[in-house]
């Protein structure tokens, strides 16, 4: 768990560098880099660029398979002016676990591979002269672990990752790594909530600091004036006729944190919010009071050559692409992304629903690679994933609270739910997770297919209903699709005579679909199959009041292990993976433009 979580910025209190670009870099199958001093930092590597994943540069097969731990090290100069103020790096990701190093001292380990952390070097770095630091990784994936999986050894004795979930295991210093530093006894974290009317909008505010210091807030909107101030560590600021943040229609004001020592400011932090309220009421989904229809993807990060690295310049174009198919929401299946995502969706006025990585939590059918036959919570490694499973949470909700294109906290996707012995897996963090966001934003988490109204043992705890359904792709496929629609409309109409009191949001269906392969009439895998499964769910999505949001699988195609359900990779994209579009987009983009914003508003 980490102190604060902040994105860096810069200012006359705060300084932020990159330390992107080259690295030097190393396999250690051997599990030797200790005692072979590599935590020294080493020039005998490869040159490797960060952010990114190291899989996909490689050109033969142990290397982008390589499992285990492996090393990345790099000089960095630490100016004298630094001297007095608190020295850090900070990781926008290491996946899955790190140990790091500077100048052979080691400062700290972290476990979680897609959430930054900030390894304190102060004490650790000598100013005025070249420093090291060096970074153990290690992309095993275990059953104990967040995402889950096995790592297998094979009989030539190489390690090799057996996801419990279908994306690569791509691995590295995928995002950026930032080279900090802060005053010491500063602000480390902060909060808003909102209450929201047209005449007069309230914002909710909380700091944090390591100093009693007086604390000055001011509220600046988008013509550079202040609107609002206030002073202490919580407070109200009030806001006369707000801007709102709406979905599609974005409003931004700054929010700036003084720290005051004698009449003088000691520390500053500013960041962009959005005066909004999220809020479940029945069948909707309400932000500002009014219903919202959800209408977006589930997406990955992930592109050619960088793997999981996240690609600034891909996200720019990735949301064109929801911005102009109609979109106006999407999941981060399934994990949380880079924090500059989440900027962007601000700016877009996108809703996120927001994925920590317990993905794989189910043993017989998620797993493509023949999973044990028995309920994933009954195995003995529940105890510890549990500790990692909730600390993740926590960091995910404290990074990424103050956005709002945040709509809602997802705490899993597709947990065997079907079992009795998930219940006090769920009661427990459920309850541990209750009071993390201010907001207080509705969690949920996506039902597999096989965990319906009728056999999930864990619908009392989500707030909203995600739900991942194949029909007319892993069963009732092709000619058969009619008796895949009929399946799914008998599972809905369960649902409806339960008078289900919460919206359902479909976050997962679709087709794989090989790009320029037509057919008439259609067989799967053409680009005129996958429209027609897209009607055929948009035709049920039409017929049930309660269901208040499609996602269809994926945004864009992407990797995934090698295996005979996939040619090289998942091609369910509405998009192919260089980004451009498939038949299917255009199909899409004539319903979701002319959907109203709140598609079946008070029904
Ligand atoms: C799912 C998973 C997703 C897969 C998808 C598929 O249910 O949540 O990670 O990629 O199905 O295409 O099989």
Redesign the pocket.
Known sequence: MEKGLLYPVINNYRSDEKMDGLWNFKFDPAYEGESKGWQNGFNDGVKMPVPASFNDFFTDKDAREYTGDFWYSKTFFVPEYFEGRDVQIRFGAATHRAVVYVNGQEIRSHEGGFLPFTAEVTNAVKFGEENIVSVKINNELHRDALPAGDTATLKNGKKMAKPF???YNYSGLNRSVHLLTVPKNGIYDYSTSYEVGDAEATVHYSIQADSGDDVKVSLINEDDQIVATGEGNTGDLKVDHPNLWNVRDAYLYTIKFELMNDGKIVDEYADQIGLRTIEIKGHEILVNHKSVYLRGFGRHEDSIYAGRGFDLNVERRDMNLMKWIGANSFRS??YPYDEQVYKFADREGILVIDEVPA?GFKMAAASFLGGLNQSFFDGDWTHELYKKHLDQIIDMIKRDKNHPSVLAWSLF??PDTSNESAVPYFEKLFAATADLDPEKRPRTF?L?EDDTYETSKCLKFPDFYLL?R?PGWYHKWGYEISDGEAGLRAELDEWQKSDIDKPIVFS?Y?ADTEPGLHKLPSIMWSEEYQIELLEMFDRVFDSYDFIRGEQP?NLADFQTVEGNMRVNG?K?GIFTRDRQPKAAAFYLKKRWTKLPLNYKAGK
């Open positions: 979930f279908d994306f299946s399934h993905v996707n597709e996506t597999n991942n194949y997962e679709g699988w998942n369910k």
